[in-house]
Structure formats: structure tokens, C-alpha cells
RNA sequence: GGCUCUGUAGCUCAACUGGAUAGAGUACCUGACUACGGAUCAGGAGGUUCCAGGUUCGAACCCUGGCAGAGUCACCA
């Protein structure tokens, strides 16, 4: 018989489901795998650490669940060395830990500086994520990507992987054209230093103004005999003229505007390498880039490498005709090139991949984009997080991207998330209903200076230390309220509620943090060892097993894409502590021994608290 | 119309992936040691988990059929 004895205390949990295992094996004469061994933590209401579902077990037993739970739970205490004690109600079998077992578990944790990361696996994955257009700033949508993937990126290196976070820029095309069109014909040579905006704002100011006079056109030539003749000859019945005109505003604009026509031939210029039009082009987008760097240093995030689409734009091609080659695609009459992937898994459609014409589509971009990431970093995975608007590209990218063969395909991701609305309703530039990026931040972080003047506190600080909290709290509330939603849920962003600092918010997390290296201060170099404390109370058994669960949830969280589990998991804890902390003094404990364990208890749910939330990007202050 | 996603307290979100009496926050009401920091804690009230069937010891979760909302079905990006 096998004996569990001494061993890493980090191991509890595979241990116990490997003796429930053993003990079906040896008492029932079923095989199960440790693994599926149904472990879950105690409620709080009945007494235990740990709970086996032991439903399972009943056709092999032939007996109750009672019975079985009974047998069970001798087994193990029998067997393993940290079950002290067990019961059993109804199906459920609560095993509890003994207290040594707990105090060595603690000693472990807390003297592990990187408690809850894993080891280098040395493998590679790379995060895509922002990846904006270049001719409007950021706003609400681009930041719930830039946490997604930032978050996402730490917690995967959090679980041992090598990151690397790059970015597309989407700095050509169309859009682009209208900002440059504008600000040359209307411009009169303003720049962001003479005006005084925020660079990347006045390059939007400048796409706003191109929107603004195409409808001022678009209205006046509604007006016209050609646009009352193509009204009567078009139109669907029972069409009203406004519907008519608002259905064929993208006709117009590529066919009868000659702002249209200029900014067309603006692009047409642009990629016959004009030297005019790229100069401005360049000029343009380093305001851009300028601005947006601004943005991204406020949120504290950076990238290891930028792809710039003017760069990548032809990528693909080669692969595309090798492909054809290789009978993975076909081409019409026409000499387009397409994909028939109706035979996958879940079927898909056809699906172009090169136009008649030779010229790219989004898709051959992004096949040879992703070989070219390849090349640069040996990827074993891609992570991609764009919004859910996408999700059938993706499909259709990873599975040509399979049937390609390319080594990294079985690691591609699409972390895809739903878009955020406001609460009056969907997100809309041309109605001005964006909220902007740069404001927001400023917003979150001038609630928390309110809050901070009405409670009186840190009135001693110097300014620029008083600044950085406030900035790490405000960030704080911003970020978190984001992050706390589950990616793939459409999410309503509420302005008033993002800026809440009480209840389950960033700032709470943070205040439960403050809170520990208050106590600490105060401790100085009060004793440490707790070898000799010997009963743990409830709340700090609960804090403890919260404590051992951090590095599955960096596992999980990581492994699934999904940082809100992340950010809920601080929630608990931070939750947990706010009670322990009510329910029991730790520098006034009854005994040395007490006030020591619960010193280094608190100090280890700071290390975690600390530890978690910077792999969703919040930073803790030391006061608040 | 086809396909995909979503639907849980008034509102914003959880629910360890099929487990015990579905939990938090918020808003509302009530309370907390002359305070290891009250950005905290405790209590009250708040539920037909969109609806109807099915699967089983057990369903918010899986299956079938509906309903509602969103997205997508371009030689656009």
C-alpha cells in the first residue's frame, strides 16, 4: 500500500485525488484517473477544507453515497498524513487538513518569492492585440483590447511562456487618405505643436472634418436632377428618399463624390509611391504614433515589436500560389484564388484568397503576416484578440492556416471579446458617442483625487508622490472594472459605476494591500516564527486556502485566455482578508505565536494580492 | 433566411466547466468595538437562471424545439 507521508505541501490537492483513486481501486475495484477525481473546496458552511463528490463511485460501490463516503474517508485518513479528520453528508465527503499541514503549507509559500509562477517552459506565444487605425485616437473599444491582451500576455508568462506582444497598425488604406485629404485641403498648415491637440486627436479632428464636408456634398447633391432621377429608377418600393439616400451613401462616396474621387486617387497615389503623398502620409501617422504612445505609457503598456500594414500588406502572395500548387486552394475562370473549406469540421464557406485581379485581400495578409511572425520569433502559439466582430475570419484564417501546414497552426487563438456598449446604447463616432481613451484615464484619475481631498487623507504627501497614487488608483478602478468581465460577454460600461472605488473594484483589491503594509509597518521586525501556533481559526483557514489556489488560477486563467478569472480570484481574496481583518487583530493577538503566523499570513496575502494584480496590469500603492 | 455568440436579483457581474440551500457588488433599509486605516465589516429585503420538453442520483451549465438581443454571411479592412 502506498504511503503518502512528507512531501511538497504546494501538492495537496493531486495527492488527495490521487488517495481517492487508490482507495476506489483498492476498496471498489475501479479504475480513476487522479485527475478526474471531483475536488472542490469546502463550503463554508460545513466543516472541511476539501469535498469529494462521491456520485461517482456509487454503480462500481453497490452502496450508498453515505457508505462510500464513510469508507472513503477512513481510507484516507488512514493513508495520508495530512488528513486529520472527516465527514460526510448526504454525497459529499469534507476532509480536513490538520494544522500542520497548514503551517508547513504557509512556511512554503511565503518564503517562495515567486510563489504562483511557474518555470520557463520555453516555448514561445505572441499576443496581438490594439492593432489600430491611424487616422482616429483611441477610445473605449481599443482599451478593453489593450487590457484583454496586456492582462493576457503577463498571464501567460506568469505560466511560464516566453510573450512576445506585438501590434498590426492598420496605417494605410482609405481612412487614412480622408485625414490626409482634409488636412491638406483645409488644413492651412496647422500642426499639433501650433494648434496645441494631442497629436493622434488632431489627425482625427482632421478625419472628422473629411466626414463632415463629403455629408455637406453628399445633402447638396441630393438636390440634383441625377440624384432625383437615380431616386425614382432605384428605389425599393415604399422606400422613403431619406432611407434611399442613407442606403446608398458608399455608392455615392465611390462613385459620384469627388471628395470621394480625390481621396481614392489619393490612395491610388500612395501606393504608386508617391513622394507628395507619402511624405504627408509619414507626417500624418508620426502624429499618430506620438499620440498614441502617450496613451499606451499612461496605461502602462508597451510591445515588443510593431507591424506596420504598409509593410505587410503584399505579404501572402507567394503562399497563396504555392498553395494553389500544393491543391489546397483553386482558382476560378476569372483567376481568382479561393478556398473551399466546406468540408471542415464545422463547415465553412468558400472563401477568396486572392483577387482576379492579383491584388491582396485581408485574408492573404494575414497568412503571410502570421508566416512572417513565425519566422521572427519560432512561435509555438498566436494569440490573437480582436473583437468578436471577426470571430469567422478567424475560423477561416486558422483552418487555411492548418490545411497549410504551417507548425505553429494547432496554437492559434482568437481571443475574441464582445463590444462595448454604453449605457444608452451602442458606441457611435459619427454620432460623437465615443468615449475617448485619453479622457477617461484623465477621468478616473480626477474621482480618485475627489475621493482621496474628501476623506482627508495624505494631506502630508508631496505632489508628485500624491500624483502617482492617485494615478495608480484611478488606472486601478478603470481597469479592473473592465477586466473583471468575462472577455467573450458583450459589456455595458457604465461611466458613473467605472469610477466606483467601494464594493468589488480595483481600489478595493488595492485598499485590502494598504491595508497589510500598514500592519506591517507597524510590526517593524516583530517575530516571525510561528512553528509553535496551533490552532488555526476558521478565517485563516480560508484565507490559506484561497492562498493555495493562486497557482491554479494562474494556470487556468492563462490557459483559458480568460484574465477576468484572474481579477475575480483578487476579488475573494481581498474579500476574505477585509473580513479576517474585522474578525481578528493581528498585532494585539493573544499569543506571540498568533500575532507572528498572522503577520506572515497577512504579509502572504499581500505578496499574492500584489502578484495577481499585476498580471491584469494594476499597480498597489503603498498607502491610499 | 443560414451560421456563431449572449440571455442569471431593479442594475452590473460570478458560479471551480454536471454537484450541496444559485453567489458578490450596486441601489434601498438597519447596525458595527472611542478603531492594527470606515475606500472596511455585519444584517435585512431582492430569483420561475428567457420559455417548453428531454437526458440522470443531480442541470444555470448537456440535448431538442421555440423566444429575445448582438454579430456575421463582400474580389471591404
Request: net charge negative; glycine share 6%; hydrophobic share 35%.
Amino acid at each position: 500500500m502506498v504511503q503518502y507521508t512528507k512531501t511538497n505541501s504546494m501538492d495537496i490537492l493531486p495527492i488527495l485525488q490521487q488517495g481517492v483513486a487508490n482507495a476506489v481501486q483498492a476498496l471498489y475495484g475501479m479504475e480513476v484517473g487522479a485527475e478526474s477525481v471531483n475536488m472542490q473546496s469546502t463550503r463554508k458552511e460545513f466543516e472541511g477544507d476539501y469535498t469529494v463528490v462521491v456520485f461517482p463511485y456509487t454503480k462500481a460501490a453497490r452502496k450508498k453515497p453515505e457508505a462510500i463516503g464513510e469508507e472513503l474517508g477512513a481510507y484516507l485518513k488512514e493513508n495520508i498524513e495530512q488528513v486529520q479528520d472527516f465527514n460526510v453528508i448526504k454525497g459529499f465527503l469534507n476532509l480536513v487538513l490538520s494544522d500542520e499541514y497548514w503551517l508547513t503549507f504557509l512556511e512554503d509559500a511565503s518564503t517562495n518569492a515567486t510563489y504562483g509562477r511557474q518555470p520557463r517552459n520555453g516555448k514561445v506565444v505572441l499576443v496581438e492585440f490594439s492593432s489600430p487605425n491611424t487616422n482616429k485616437p483611441l477610445h473605449l473599444g481599443h482599451i478593453r483590447n489593450i487590457l484583454l491582451g496586456w492582462s493576457s500576455a503577463q498571464l501567460l508568462d506568469a505560466a511560464g511562456y516566453d510573450v512576445k506582444k506585438v501590434q498590426i497598425v492598420n496605417d494605410r488604406g482609405i481612412a487614412i487618405c480622408k485625414s490626409m485629404l482634409a488636412w491638406r485641403k483645409f488644413g492651412k498648415a496647422e500642426t499639433p505643436q501650433s494648434s496645441g491637440i494631442k497629436s493622434d486627436h488632431f489627425v482625427g479632428k482632421y478625419y472628422v472634418m473629411f466626414e463632415q464636408k463629403f455629408q455637406e456634398e453628399y445633402r447638396f447633391w441630393q438636390h440634383s436632377e441625377q440624384a432625383g432621377s437615380l431616386y425614382k429608377g432605384r428605389k425599393k418600393e415604399e422606400q422613403s428618399e431619406a432611407e434611399f439616400f442613407k442606403a446608398f451613401k458608399n455608392t455615392y462616396f465611390n462613385e459620384y463624390s469627388a471628395l470621394g474621387k480625390e481621396a481614392r486617387e489619393m490612395l491610388l497615389a500612395w501606393e504608386a509611391n508617391e513622394k507628395a503623398v507619402r511624405d504627408l502620409w509619414k507626417q500624418m501617422n508620426g502624429w499618430v504614433y506620438d499620440g498614441f504612445e502617450e496613451t499606451y505609457e499612461k496605461l502602462g503598456v508597451d510591445f515588443d515589436k510593431l507591424y506596420y500594414e504598409s509593410d505587410t500588406y503584399l505579404l501572402g502572395k507567394e503562399s497563396v500560389q504555392q498553395g494553389l500548387k500544393d491543391a489546397i486552394f483553386y482558382q476560378k475562370e476569372d483567376g481568382s484564388i479561393w478556398a473551399d473549406l466546406t468540408d471542415a469540421k464545422p463547415a465553412l464557406d468558400h472563401k477568396i484568397v486572392l483577387r482576379s485581379d492579383g491584388t491582396s485581400v485581408y485574408m492573404t495578409q494575414d497568412i503571410g503576416t502570421a508566416q512572417l511572425r513565425y519566422q521572427d520569433f519560432g512561435t509555438d502559439r498566436m494569440v490573437y484578440v480582436v473583437a468578436d466582430e471577426q470571430d469567422y475570419h478567424f475560423k477561416v484564417l486558422f483552418e487555411i492556416l492548418k490545411r497549410m501546414g504551417e507548425p505553429y497552426a494547432d496554437g492559434l487563438h482568437h481571443l475574441s471579446y464582445g463590444m462595448v456598449d454604453l449605457p444608452s446604447g451602442k458606441m457611435k463616432s459619427r454620432e460623437g458617442t465615443v468615449v475617448d481613451a485619453d479622457d477617461l484615464v484623465a477621468e478616473v484619475i480626477a474621482e480618485a483625487r475627489k475621493n482621496i481631498e474628501e476623506r482627508g487623507e495624505l494631506v502630508d504627501m508631496d505632489k508628485p508622490e500624491l500624483d502617482e497614487i492617485l494615478r495608480k488608483i484611478g488606472l486601478a478602478a478603470l481597469k479592473f472594472f473592465i477586466i473583471k468581465v468575462s472577455p467573450k460577454k458583450r459589456m455595458t460600461f457604465n461611466p458613473q459605476e467605472s469610477v466606483d472605488m467601494q464594493g468589488q473594484t480595483g481600489p478595493y483589491v488595492q485598499n485590502a494591500f494598504v491595508r497589510i503594509q500598514s500592519i506591517l509597518r507597524k510590526a517593524g521586525n516583530a517575530s516571525r516564527n510561528f512553528s509553535d501556533y496551533k490552532t488555526i481559526e476558521s478565517g485563516e483557514k480560508e484565507l490559506l486556502a484561497q492562498i493555495y489556489a493562486f497557482p491554479t488560477v494562474v494556470q487556468s486563467a492563462a490557459e483559458s485566455y480568460d484574465p477576468s478569472e484572474m481579477a475575480n480570484y483578487c476579488y475573494n481574496l481581498a474579500q476574505r482578508f477585509h473580513k479576517f481583518y474585522h474578525d481578528y487583530s493581528v498585532l494585539r493577538a493573544d499569543s506571540e505565536e498568533a500575532k507572528a503566523f498572522r503577520l506572515e499570513l497577512s504579509r502572504t496575502v499581500a505578496n499574492v494580492l500584489e502578484s495577481g494584480m499585476e498580471m491584469l496590469g494594476i499597480e498597489m500603492p503603498e498607502r491610499m
